[in-house]
């Protein structure tokens, strides 16, 4: 039989434990509230809500929930007006968010750093806020630099969810070093630095990132309550990292309207996946890293309107590092503007890379703006099943010392053709309508070896695959990305 004195040390010991193990896994974790009518004053409870979404992110532990309740929520204090959450747990997240069915509004003021600061922070949920400038205030007041921080300390399992991030003077979500991040359903535009970027990694740099069914687009046209035209920083991208070993996945999502590029990355294993670049000022896709793929993607509308003559190009492939590899897969391309290659790969570069190119739809509309390709000695270049139309362009493509025309297109590859895709309304500085016309040579002229299964629209492809990336179908309107 146990002793009293022994027995009550070995029940404090398991309570102990138990209050170890429950604060570990979340059991015991909390959910506080923020209110457009509640103190600082207050615990913080649904009934006594706080006052300040940044003290209340200041107030919880790793593993409590701070809800926001709808209203306006006026940011202009560093760095007391910053929302600065704790870290959670793999098996405890700490989450901020909105309340459910109503949206609260962070808005900034007095060119405020950023409404919240994640560097060095990890296992966080940010869900179902918008972030923006105070509109209802002028002059220098109306400054506000960066939506969300993760940039200045590594940082590792990060979700934001459902934000709508706009008319900022930096970054929307501006980051650095951060493995594991996934940006889902969110609206990042009118971002004076563009959507998503951030200086290069001192730290491994950006991996493991999922962007899905988002919108990256206006960089640039919109800073410190203009229209971005005397924005510093002169070429905003809708998606803009520095190099990393990835993996990077940017999936059923748009970037459209940016100043700079539409998506630009420098990392290795980026994925890019049923998506729509469109009028983008500066280049589509650019791919700086090896083991890089862009399928089932639409690319177009280079220049954005503009008509003057600019280096840009629809896509970019570029890599320093010896047997990189590139796929390009059921694309559909299409430049109006002209006076520009419509893609180029190893411009300046001399590596040896390898470039598959399969089921895609290359138009171009200008002059002079043929598919350069790089030496021979620099590019393996394999292509096949694809369709040209550059009707104002004696050539056509140019790898190294080869020159491909609309006559001998075929001897590129394998099921390699040329002639009028036949879109059903292509665009220039607008939207537009890619799918095909009946009659499109495209039509059961591409090939399912190493396709993708469905199309953009996520219509399942037959077993006669149509080049690039829609599917021919009578019931096709324009393309939608799904959003919040």
Not at 94 to 101: H, L
Not at 119 to 137: C, F, P, R, S
Request: aromatic share 10%; charged share 20%; with cysteine.
């Amino acid at each position: 039989m146990i002793p009293n004195s022994r027995r009550s040390a070995l029940v404090f010991r398991i309570c102990a434990l138990a209050l170890v193990l429950a604060s570990a896994t979340g059991l015991w974790s909390a959910t506080y509230y923020v209110a457009t009518n509640g103190s600082d004053s207050t615990p913080g409870t649904s009934a006594k809500p706080w006052a300040s979404p940044a003290y209340g992110s200041r107030q919880i532990k790793g593993g409590d929930t701070l809800i926001i309740r709808k209203g306006r929520y006026i940011v202009s204090v560093y760095d007391d007006d910053i929302m600065f959450p704790p870290s959670g747990t793999s098996s405890a997240w700490t989450v901020i968010k909105g309340e459910d069915g109503a949206r609260p509004v962070i808005a900034g003021r007095n060119d405020l750093f950023a409404a919240m600061n994640l560097a060095g922070k990890n296992y966080i949920q940010v869900e179902n806020l918008e972030i923006t400038h105070d509109n209802k205030v002028s002059g220098e007041a109306t400054y506000f630099r960066t939506g969300i921080t993760i940039s200045g300390s590594p940082s590792r399992s990060i979700l934001l969810k459902k934000l709508y991030i706009h008319h900022v003077d930096e970054y929307g979500v501006d980051m650095q070093d951060v493995q594991g991040i996934k940006i889902l359903n969110c609206r990042l535009e009118y971002c004076g630095f563009g959507a998503v970027g951030g200086p290069e990694g001192t730290a491994g740099g950006i991996r493991n990132l999922l962007i899905q069914s988002c919108t990256l687009s206006y960089g640039g046209h919109y800073y410190r309550g203009g229209n971005g035209k005397d924005r510093p920083y002169d070429r905003p991208d809708g998606f803009g990292i520095e190099p990393s070993n990835g993996p990077i996945q940017i999936i059923d999502t748009r970037a459209e309207h940016n100043y700079g590029d539409g998506l630009d990355s420098k990392s290795k294993n980026t994925t890019v996946q049923r998506c729509i670049v469109g009028n983008n000022s500066c280049d589509g896709v650019k791919l700086w890293g090896t083991n890089s793929i862009v399928e089932n993607t639409l690319i177009y509308g280079r220049g954005d309107g503009n008509s003057t003559t600019t280096p840009w190009a629809a896509v970019v492939i570029g890599d320093d590092e010896k047997n990189a590899t590139f796929r390009l897969t059921n694309l559909t391309i299409d430049d109006y503007l002209g006076k520009n290659y419509l893609i180029y790969v190893q411009y300046d570069e001399t590596a040896t890379i390898t470039l598959n190119i399969r089921n895609c739809i290359f138009r171009g509309m200008g002059t002079n703006c043929p598919l350069f390709i790089g030496n021979e000695g620099e590019v393996k270049l394999n292509a096949d099943h694809n369709l040209f139309y550059l009707p104002k362009n004696a050539i056509i493509l140019s790898h190294g010392s080869k020159d491909y025309t609309k006559s001998n297109i075929k001897t590129l590859g394998t099921g390699n053709i040329y002639g009028d895709p036949k879109f059903i309304s292509p665009a220039w500085g607008k939207t537009g309508n890619y799918h095909l016309k009946s009659g499109s040579p495209a039509i059961n002229h591409g090939t399912s070896t190493g396709a993708p299964k469905v199309d953009l629209d996520r219509k399942k492809r037959d077993s006669k695959p149509d080049i690039g990336a829609y599917e021919y179908g009578a019931a096709h309107a324009a393309a939608k990305i799904k959003s919040f």
